[in-house]
Every structure is written in C-alpha cells, then in structure tokens.
Nanobody, 121 residues
Framework: QVQLVESGGGLVQAGGSLRLSCAASGFTFSRWDMRWYRQAPGKEREFVAVIRWSGGSTNYADSVRGRFTISRDNAKTTMYLQMNSLKPEDTAIYYC??????????????WGKGTLVTVSS
C-alpha cells in the first residue's frame, strides 16, 4: 500500500534552516507529482510546494517562495524540502502528499503522518 513517511522536523531559531524528507513506497514514485503541505495550530492545511514527476518543474506558495526549495530523488523514492530563513510563522506540521489517479476512480490523496517544525523567535 501507499506509504509516505516524513522526517527532519524539529526546533530551530528564526533565521535557521531545516531539511525535511519524505520517503515514499507502494507506488511508482517517478511517475507522480509530489507536494508538501503544512498545517499551523488552529489553521487549515495549506499548500507549500509541488514538484513534477520528472523534477523539472516546481511551484511554491507565495509565503515560502525564495526561502524553500523542493526537490526529489526518484532513484531513492524520496522528496525533500529545504527550508531556509525560517520564520516563526513557518511553525506547523509538514505533510507529504501524492494524488494518485486511476481511471473510473479518479484521484485519491495520500498523506503522511507529518513532521513538526517549530521556529522560535
């Protein structure tokens, strides 16, 4: 079955950096776009970044563009999120996501359990 396992979260001071990883299994990783989302306390889950299946195209939420970099290693079936210049408002649980499409079924979202990032001021 599809499994997404995030790691790399932790406590960091404002201005610091963290690198998140998402290890994927149970599907053909290299064929699917992958996404990072986050959910801050008391807020709805929001989109952070997306990377195309080939790794050749990326897109970011305005709030993180220029500070975060999404990447992937298809040979290792792993996605990454390099987060620099972290701000207290980046504090959230970060989730890995893939939407797998199948004919007649449509798209199905799969999520990891998340990794907590806390940025202190």
């Amino acid at each position: 079955q599809v499994q997404l396992v995030e790691s790399g979260g932790g406590l960091v001071q404002a201005g610091g950096s963290l690198r998140l990883s998402c290890a994927a299994s149970g599907f053909t990783f290299s064929r699917w776009d992958m996404r990072w989302y986050r959910q801050a306390p008391g807020k709805e889950r929001e989109f952070v970044a997306v990377i195309r299946w080939s790794g050749g195209s990326t897109n970011y939420a305005d709030s993180v563009r220029g500070r975060f970099t999404i990447s992937r290693d298809n040979a290792k079936t792993t996605m990454y999120l390099q987060m620099n210049s972290l701000k207290p408002e980046d504090t959230a649980i970060y989730y890995c996501n893939v939407n797998l499409y199948a004919p007649l079924v449509g798209g199905t979202d799969y999520w990891g359990k998340g990794t907590l990032v806390t940025v202190s001021s």
